[in-house]
């Protein structure tokens, strides 16, 4: 191909966007949509615990930073959920919280 003269513009080629099929979807897009511009708090409430969990936890026994941070995520994930006010889901919640109570009282060093 000629080069162009020295003053004149490069006309821009045109691009072409290559776009991948998604891998997972055929088998869990059901279970799991992808829902376009979603919720952002819910992001934000796991960067809250992870922060938490940064803070608490690093370089101390296991106890009342451990109990804290397991029950932030569940009030997270409790927060989150779609059917937080069905029977069995709150059943799970009672349940998760109960199996978070040895890890507090547990702690007698």
């Excluded at 969990?53 to 109990?67: D, E, K, M």
């Excluded at 059917?83 to 890890?103: Q, S």
Aim: contains cysteine; hydrophobic residues 55%; aromatic residues 8%.
């Amino acid at each position: 191909m000629p080069e162009p003269p020295a003053g004149a513009a490069a006309t821009p080629q045109p691009t072409t966007a290559v776009t991948t099929a998604p891998v997972v979807d055929p088998l869990f897009g059901s279970f799991w949509p992808d829902v376009p511009g979603s919720h952002r708090q819910v992001v934000l409430a796991a960067v809250g615990v992870a922060v938490l969990a940064g803070a608490v936890l690093p370089y101390r026994n296991a106890g009342l930073g451990s109990f804290l941070v397991i029950t932030a995520a569940g009030l997270s994930v409790a927060w989150a959920a779609k059917y937080r006010r069905d029977p069995f889901t709150i059943a799970c919640f009672v349940l998760a919280g109960l199996c978070a109570l040895p890890v507090l009282l547990l702690d007698a060093e």
